[in-house]
């Protein structure tokens, strides 16, 4: 298969299991809530190279392709010469928007997830992929956690979203809504794309650390661009291992904070009496703003 993508350090956690693979970081040294040192020092040159082979491809995609409120995050964190220190990273990204990153051996239960998101802590992965591993890999690394999510931390008012998503999370465990919840995740934290006055923009973290979707997601003809609308997004199926078929649009993220913020208790109650859409639907009446 060669329509690759990074896939997301959440809804990776259902496809491991379903495949039944172990995860392939070290959890032996991981506290109650997954968190472990990343041990900065001991990353050897080969890996920090691959790091600057990874940044650099990427950082020559997002030009025109990713928003602006991304490449601004990107060129704030500084982050080209080598695998970051998430300290230090974290110290700027706190001030910023008060976030922090925290870091863990790989993906991490869903609890666990929404509790550091709830409280403006973002998991990221301490290990890095292999060189064989350069375009595609199956569990996130730290390349795409940190290339792929953190600069839209450095924005205020997606750093609200992704907090409020956090609470969501917990809640929805609770209801029973957990699978609508992941589909929104994906759609819009790992997949989404944003109208701006120069075109279309990608500002999912799956796109933007992703060597081929970056430009697939915005120019491609095969794909279904569908303006956001939350209880349609969260009916509907999602691919892990090929390019999206569908990609959900949002005006801002002013509007994606605003259309996530109702109580989402009802949503999940009638979404359980309606059918799931397969990831290629258009539904009538709806329509697909092509590539704009
Ligand atoms: N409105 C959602 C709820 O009641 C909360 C939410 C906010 C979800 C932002 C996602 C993103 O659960
Ligand atoms: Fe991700």
Redesign the pocket.
Known sequence: MDSKLSTDAFFATVAEKSHGAALRGDYAKADADYVVEQEWQAYTPEQHALWRRLYERQAKLVPGRACDEFIEGLHHLDAAAGIPDLKRASALLFKATGWQLVAVPGLVPELTFFTHLANRRFPVTVWLRTPEEFDYIVEPDIFHDFFGHVPLLLNPVFAD?LQ??G??GL??LELGGLEN?AR?YWYTIEFGLIRTPQGLRAYGAGILSSGGEVEYCLHSSVPRRIALDVERVMRTLYKIDTYQETYFVIQDFQQL?EH??????PIYARLKTLPTLPADTLLPGEQNLGVM
């Open positions: 979203y409020q998503y609470k969501a809640k929805a919840l929104l904070f996530t913020a109702p109580d989402f208790t």
